[in-house]
């Protein structure tokens, strides 16, 4: 089993930069596909962005495609999501999840998940 834990959410302007981080602690990172993904109130959570276990196959939902790259650090178990550019409309609390087997972008395919950081991207 794996423990996660976001940080690095906060308040940034349009067109601003951020990167969040999931610290895991338990079983080594190196052995868990991983993903984001982020909620807004009354909304279903949604894909954000996906790694293999080895790093070797990332993928992105279309509104993050050319804007985030999520990255994975085995040595140090973290993850991080980099988000350039970003807009009012990435306002959302995000998740990062992870299992050993690949979820993709599938909510059900990831049993381990973090409490959630706020992103929060002022117009």
């Known amino acids: 089993q794996v423990q996660l834990v976001e940080s690095g959410g906060g308040l940034v302007q349009t067109g601003g930069s951020l990167r969040l981080s999931c610290a895991t602690s338990?079983?080594?990172?190196?052995?868990?596909?991983m993903a984001w993904f982020r909620q807004t109130p009354g909304k279903e959570r949604e894909f954000v962005a996906t790694i293999n276990w080895s790093g070797s196959i990332t993928d992105y939902a279309d509104s993050a495609k050319g804007r985030f790259t999520i990255s994975k650090d085995n040595p140090k178990n973290t993850m991080y999501l980099q988000m350039n550019s970003l807009k009012p409309e990435d306002t959302a609390v995000y998740y990062c999840?992870?299992?050993?087997?690949?979820?993709?972008?599938?909510?059900?395919?990831?049993?381990?998940w973090g409490q959630g950081t706020q992103v929060t991207v002022s117009s």
């Open positions: 338990g079983r080594p990172l190196r052995s868990y596909n």
């Open positions: 999840a992870g299992d050993l087997t690949y979820g993709y972008k599938s909510r059900s395919g990831y049993r381990y």
